[in-house]
Structures are given as structure tokens and as C-alpha cells.
């Protein structure tokens, strides 16, 4: 099932998920839109303690299939708790990752199969995005902006992962996006960023207006 006013932004490290997201609310603050921002893992205080540990450096030896287990159970939680009844306060919810991610990060880089991944998510089967926006940004592009990107020293574990993990991560997104080619939408993320927010935001009032 999908919830209408549910919209996530997927993407590979450094896509530009951050700025289109902070310029889109910019933009539904102009219009008196009502909206809350979240992210996954995370949005909510039990979420949030589990990404910490997903993320943590220390967990090298998290299995994929802990890590996937972990994603879905903070996932349902956040769903539960903010996700729901903000869509059932007639407000847009708009979500910097959801289960694409898992799909394309343990399900296909990780190895463990996109199947399995859907079988320990399937409560969040019923709670779909009705509007995905893929930011298309290939693993080279990513990897020498990530290298410009000033992090303060921290690094988190996913940070840690070498260029062939991400070019698995890229290659698992355009299978998803052959699984849901009705409700994930591509953006060309190589492109200069001010570009990609302004496609990214037409996309999103088109949806809401339309």
C-alpha cells in the first residue's frame, strides 16, 4: 500500500539528499505547506540509539544479516511512531532514505538478496512511499566529493566502506528502480547541484499540486 503524502529521497553517499531536502522545505515553508523532515535510520529517539549502532566504527563485525535486522526494526518504529500519524495529520512527510535503501545497500551489496531483505521488512510493505526520488549520482562522483566534504575527523562505518561496496550500492539501486518504476522517480545527481534541487522540487510541487 501506498501512503499518499509520503515522499523519500534515496541516493549513494554524498547524492545531495541533504540540500535538496533543506531547499524543499524552504520552499514549502514559502507556501504554508504542512510537512516534517526524518531520516532513516533514525527520526525518533529508539531509532536514532540504533543507528548510532549501525554506524558505530567499533561494530566491524556486525553481520549483513544483523545490520538488515537492525534497519527493519528501526524502520517499523519510526514508521509507528512519526511517519503515521504525521500522514494522519494531513501533513507531507518528507524521509531522507526507507526500505529502498536496505533493498540496495544489505539486499544487493551486501549480498543478502533484495527477497529476504522484503521478507524481515514486510510490515513496512504496507506503509510504501507514494514518491521516490532517486538521486542518479555514480560512484566516482560521490567518492571525490566525498573526499572534499569536511567531516571534522568523523567517520562512520558505512564511511569506511571501499569503492567497490558503493559501485555494488549504485548497481542495487537501478535494480530497484526496475521493482517500483511507477513510484521512484530518476534525477540526474552528476549534474551541478543548484540543477538537481530545482528538478528535485518540481518533481515534489507537481506531485502535491497535481
Known amino acids: 500500500m501506498k501512503m499518499k503524502g509520503f515522499i523519500t529521497f534515496e541516493g549513494g553517499e554524498c547524492s545531495g539528499k541533504t540540500t535538496v531536502i533543506n531547499a524543499l522545505c524552504k520552499v514549502f515553508e514559502q507556501k504554508n505547506i504542512k510537512y516534517i523532515t526524518t531520516r532513516e535510520p533514525g527520526g525518533i529517539r529508539i531509532a536514532e ?15 549483513p544479516e544483523c545490520e538488515a535486522l ?6 517499523m518504529q519510526h514508521l509507528t511512531q512519526k511517519v503515521i500519524p504525521a500522514i494522519k495529520d494531513n501533513k507531507i512527510v518528507i524521509c531522507d532514505r526507507f526500505l529502498d535503501s536496505s533493498l540496495a545497500y544489505q539486499g544487493y551489496a551486501r549480498g543478502l538478496g533484495m527477497d529476504n531483505v522484503l521478507k524481515v521488512n514486510s510490515f513496512a510493505l504496507d506503509y510504501l512511499p507514494e514518491l521516490t526520488i532517486f538521486i542518479d549520482v555514480t560512484p566516482d562522483v560521490a567518492l571525490k566529493r566525498m573526499g572534499n566534504v569536511d567531516r571534522d575527523g568523523k567517520c562512520d562505518r558505512l564511511d569506511q566502506e ?21 513510484r521512484i522517480v530518476k534525477v540526474d545527481g552528476n549534474k551541478p547541484l543548484d540543477e538537481v534541487v530545482n528538478e528535485c522540487i518540481d518533481i515534489v510541487l507537481k506531485y502535491i499540486e497535481g
Open 49 to 63: 540509539d540504533i543507528r548510532n549502532l549501525i554506524l558505530d566504527v567499533k561494530n566491524t563485525d556486525m553481520t
Open 70 to 75: 537492525l534497519y527493519a526494526a528501526s524502520r
Open 162 to 182: 571501499n569503492q567497490k561496496f558503493h559501485e555494488m550500492v549504485y548497481k542495487g539501486y537501478h535494480e530497484v528502480l526496475k521493482m517500483y518504476p511507477d
